[in-house]
């Protein structure tokens, strides 16, 4: 059974520090992982998309890596803002089953202060 | 603007009350799913679909029922709503089955039953 996890739980920093966000997984036979940014009581909102075949992704301030042998995955986030505030959510497609429906780490609640 | 739209954003209701909550989806994707979200226990699956017509359970699936009658609606039914089923419900779509299609989510539907 896949599992995922994210540590530690929650994160300070202080603005316009560069920071990584970790995420563990336990099976490596997957289609693709997805990080996720969720707001307090809001929905979840795609950040990156990294299929299993990359190694990395870019959009803006963030870079996601991916390390599928060694079931690792990183959330890079350059020059932090206290917009960034927010819980960070990892998932990952399992690349069997028709149903390949996603596994979620808790998530890593990130404050940035001003 | 692609996206999954879920309806009400908020409920509150009585145990018993038979409820819908709503998910409509405008990109054509085939596949939908819902899940819930709780404190502790992070998102779990509750139902998925394939494609109209097409439903299966996931893996908390006891007390939901779900339908596909058109490609783009997904509702979520509580035929008698318990406590135990207050939670953070969201929809998501996906638009294929390779590695390239990621989760779109709904912004969540905030359920409470007294």
């Known amino acids: 059974k896949q599992e995922v996890t994210q540590i530690p739980a929650a994160l300070s920093v202080p603005e316009g520090e560069n920071l990584v966000l970790n995420c563990s997984f336990t099976?490596?036979?997957?289609?693709?992982l997805q990080w996720f940014r969720q707001d307090p009581g809001k929905g979840l909102t795609s950040l990156l998309l990294?299929?299993?075949?990359?190694r990395e992704q870019t959009s803006g301030r963030l870079n996601a890596s991916l390390d599928k042998s060694s079931g690792r995955s990183t959330l890079y986030i350059a020059a932090s803002q206290p917009g960034d505030s927010a819980t960070y959510l990892c998932?990952?497609?399992?690349?069997?089953?028709?149903?390949?429906?996603?596994?979620f780490g808790k998530g890593i609640t990130l404050s940035v202060r001003p | 603007e692609a996206q999954v739209t879920q309806n009400p954003r908020y409920l509150i209701t009585v145990t018993g009350k038979k409820l819908t909550v709503t998910c409509s989806q405008n990109?054509?994707?085939?596949?939908m799913s819902w899940y819930r979200q709780d404190p502790g226990l992070g998102l779990r699956q509750i139902y998925y679909?394939?494609?109209?017509?097409?439903?299966d359970k996931g893996d908390v699936p006891e007390g939901y029922k779900v339908s596909r009658k058109e490609k783009r609606n997904f509702p979520l039914i509580l035929e008698s709503p318990s406590p135990n089923q207050t939670s953070l419900y969201f929809c998501?779509?996906?638009?294929?089955?390779?590695?390239?299609?990621?989760?779109?989510f709904g912004s969540g539907t905030r359920l409470t039953v007294v």
């Open positions: 998932a990952v497609r399992p690349g069997t089953g028709a149903n390949s429906k996603l596994t």
């Open positions: 990294i299929q299993s075949s990359q």
């Open positions: 099976d490596s036979a997957i289609y693709n």
């Open positions: 998501a779509s996906r638009g294929g089955v390779g590695a390239f299609y990621g989760y779109t």
């Open positions: 679909s394939m494609n109209v017509e097409v439903t």
């Open positions: 990109m054509n994707h085939e596949y």
